[in-house]
């Protein structure tokens, strides 16, 4: 029998009713979505981000930060402490001027960051909420889409506009981190602010939640959803993913969803900014392939979405990859959905970035050169290795 996934349903994972949502596509959707929320904002934003880059698309942003300050608008930033660790301290320095409050989320320890596991732990959630009333929920940073490497197409990533009860949920959770880091860096007055009372259309009619992953009640959350949609899968399944480096549990899913008949594709990275962790997802390949799971990496230029659509009707939207650093140790945060018009949605764009990408073969993968093999391998193993010191236990 056939279990539908509207049914899903676990701990830390409601479908709430109700919301409207708009899928966003890359900077040219994103970046003016972002702004206007920025500048019809009246008494507050809060926004999270991985990497503030200094670009000009993300001047726009600071200086529509900028102008909410100037109007008396209650700024709240919190920038990783890695992420945008290069953000000049002119650009610092005009919006700390300008009555912005700025967080730096876990700042560097020591002076090699990558060879300290204690830095591993970064906040990777991208997140703005405006005046409790609008939220923008994906896998965007503040970066241009032509930076740093320019292809000739913008980067391919996603985003999510939710209006609607669901931003309860993800209001209360950027409150709620935001005092949590002003506690730990010893910063009291971050808490005395008085809390908005969340408003929204009331003709919004998709089912949606909000899942995190964090280090504390929702270790698990993401990787759950996944699982569960995978495991109910009984049509297609479409993941997306620009770091693929699923545990054991998530591949014997996909395995066995495609030897059930389920048409599995996975769109991934063909040009990468980290070597490294290409070549660790690559060992992982041959075993896929063989079980009917059909791969693509795609082309035309850099993957950065963390995206699936299972059965055209669930879809989640996010920045959690599908690997250790994502599910076992940064804070992420997904946005998981219920709607078959919004899964067409993103279905038919993934559908079209897969007709721009290379379909793997599973004849020529099973013919690798055995160094290359070898080095897919040692890089799988250094990446077992980096998550052990990190002292988050066992991943496969």
Not at 4 to 16: N, Y
Request: glycine share 6%; proline share 5%; charged share 25%.
């Amino acid at each position: 029998m056939k279990v539908p996934l509207r049914t899903l349903f676990f701990r830390g994972v409601e479908l709430v009713p109700g919301n409207q949502l708009r899928l966003l596509q890359s900077g040219a959707e994103f970046f003016p979505a972002l702004i206007a929320a920025i500048d019809a904002a009246h008494s507050e934003i809060h926004l999270e981000t991985y990497i503030f880059n200094v670009d000009p698309s993300v001047e726009a942003v600071r200086d529509g930060l900028i102008r909410a300050a100037r109007r008396g608008v209650r700024v709240c930033l919190l920038i990783d402490g890695v992420g945008s660790r290069e953000l000049p301290t002119a650009w610092l320095d005009a919006l700390k001027t300008a009555g912005v409050s700025m967080l730096l989320y876990r700042p560097l320890v020591g002076r090699g960051w990558r060879s300290n596991p204690r830095n591993l732990r970064r906040l990777h959630r991208k997140l703005a909420v405006i005046d409790a009333r609008i939220a923008l929920v994906g896998g965007m940073n503040l970066i241009d889409d032509f930076e740093p490497v320019r292809f000739d197409a913008p980067r391919l990533d996603f985003s999510v506009e939710v209006q609607g009860p669901l931003l309860a949920n993800i209001h209360q959770s950027v409150r709620r981190l935001r005092r949590l880091v002003a506690l730990t860096q010893l910063q009291p007055g971050e808490r005395s602010a008085p809390p908005i009372r969340p408003s929204w259309p009331t003709d919004g009619r998709m089912r949606a939640a909000f899942v995190v992953r964090d280090n504390f009640a929702h270790r698990r959350d993401i990787e759950r959803a996944y699982l569960a949609a995978l495991a109910l899968a009984h049509d297609e399944i479409i993941l997306a993913n620009a770091y693929f480096l699923p545990g054991y549990r998530f591949r014997k899913l996909l395995k066995n969803a495609a030897m059930r008949g389920v048409r599995v594709h996975l769109l991934v990275q063909g040009h990468t900014d980290h070597p490294f962790f290409q070549a660790a997802a690559r060992a992982l390949y041959r075993d896929l392939l063989t079980a009917g799971v059909v791969i693509h990496e795609y082309q035309a230029s850099e993957l950065h979405a963390k995206v699936a659509v299972v059965d055209r009707h669930w879809a989640t939207v996010g920045s959690s990859n599908i690997d250790p650093f994502s599910l076992l140790l940064a804070r992420e945060a997904n946005i998981v959905v219920d709607d078959a018009a919004f899964a067409g949605d993103l279905r038919q764009r993934l559908r079209h970035a897969i007709g721009q990408s290379v379909l793997l073969d599973a004849a020529d993968w099973q013919r690798r050169p055995w160094p290359h093999r070898m080095l897919s391998w040692l890089a799988y193993g250094g990446v077992r290795l980096m998550v052990g010191l990190s002292g988050v236990g066992r991943w496969v």
